[in-house]
């Protein structure tokens, strides 16, 4: 039968924890992130309690153990406030260091550290309601598909739970309260499973943050700078996935080409900064006429497209006849002077066709509006294309 040496063991938890918060702080350091900064406070926090709990056991010092305690919650605290700081929301320096002071004033109270259940069992509960509650804030956040996430939400589950029955039993008198706690008992698990987290924790953790980074590039390569919509590799891609999705599930797929009218003549006029503004108020009223699952894009200038699952020609047609009819109806000073603008649009329906075919048939009777006279909107007539490009060159 394998004995372990309890001394031995608890300096490698120690030794594990301080390596891994040093190179998570000098992480976070280094790449400005405050969620891996607070991480490795934590981690560091945690090996210093460890070493404390072992040589207060040695020299039987009470106050080392309230110190030990002290840094278990402050490291508690820090881990909460990591994940509370990667999902965007609020942590209190209050909240965050509030349990270690809890647990330093209980352990003040006279009578408390002769009753060593009670002395054992809170700064265990401490650590496992922040630990806990960590897990609870990643878990929630979930808006971003990380694949790491789930690793670090089943660890902190793991080490939350272990640390609170821990509690419990010491509470309720189940664990024979010692110097430190015996690798053969029950709650012994904590030894092996305190390495198990810390390095786990750190791996999965720092994979969240560079998997919430590389999601972050896609997303900034595929999003147009001045308008926040897709641009037009965002925009083919998803129109793509949609048109797919339609074509196996047997439902109307349409698309709008959009483009702005006179644009370089605004440009001329009032200045680029007003042919951005255009833009902008052009992109204020698409989206909001857009409906969810809608794919809206800038294709270059003042070029636009909208994929519109689920609709035919005709439904597309009264959406974007609508479009043009409110941005028609936008006004906006600019300097001492009032600019206007209008759209004109084609629209195209299929799914019998790749995504390109499609858009050259909605492109095609983009060029027919233009051609007919601008702010209007014009159906796509099947094998028109090579026709409504002439109709363009003639107007």
Known sequence: MVEFDLPTLMIME?????????FLVLSG?????????????????????????????????????????????MAAGCLWAGARVFSGKKAPPVLAVAGAFVGLAFMAIPGVVEARHLAAAVPLLIVAAYVLAAGVTLLVDREEQLAARWPVVGLLALHGGLFGAGGLGFAFGLY??????????LFGLV???????????????????KERSELANKVAAQTDGLTGIANRQGFMAEAERLLRRCRAGGQEFSVVMFDLDHFKAINDAFGHSAGDEAIRRFVRIVRDAMRPGDVFGRLGGEEFAAAIPGADIDTAFVRADRIRMDF?????????????ATVSGGVASGTDQPLPALLAEADAALYRAKAEGRNRIVRATPNAVAKDRKLLRIA
């Open 191 to 209: 030894h092996f499973e305190s390495i198990v987290f810390t390095l786990g924790t750190a791996v999965f953790f720092l994979a969240m943050n």
């Open 29 to 73: 350091w280094h790449g400005r992130n405050r969620s891996l900064l607070l991480w490795g406070i934590n981690a560091l926090f945690a090996g210093v309690g460890i070493a404390g709990y072992l040589v207060a056991a040695r020299l039987e010092a009470p106050l080392l153990y309230a110190v030990a305690n002290f840094a278990m919650g």
């Open 176 to 185: 024979p309260v010692e110097d430190l706690v015996p690798v053969g008992s």
């Open 14 to 22: 120690s030794f594990v924890a301080l390596c891994a918060g040093g």
């Open 328 to 340: 028609a109806k936008v006004t906006f000073d600019f300097g001492d002077q009032v600019v206007t």
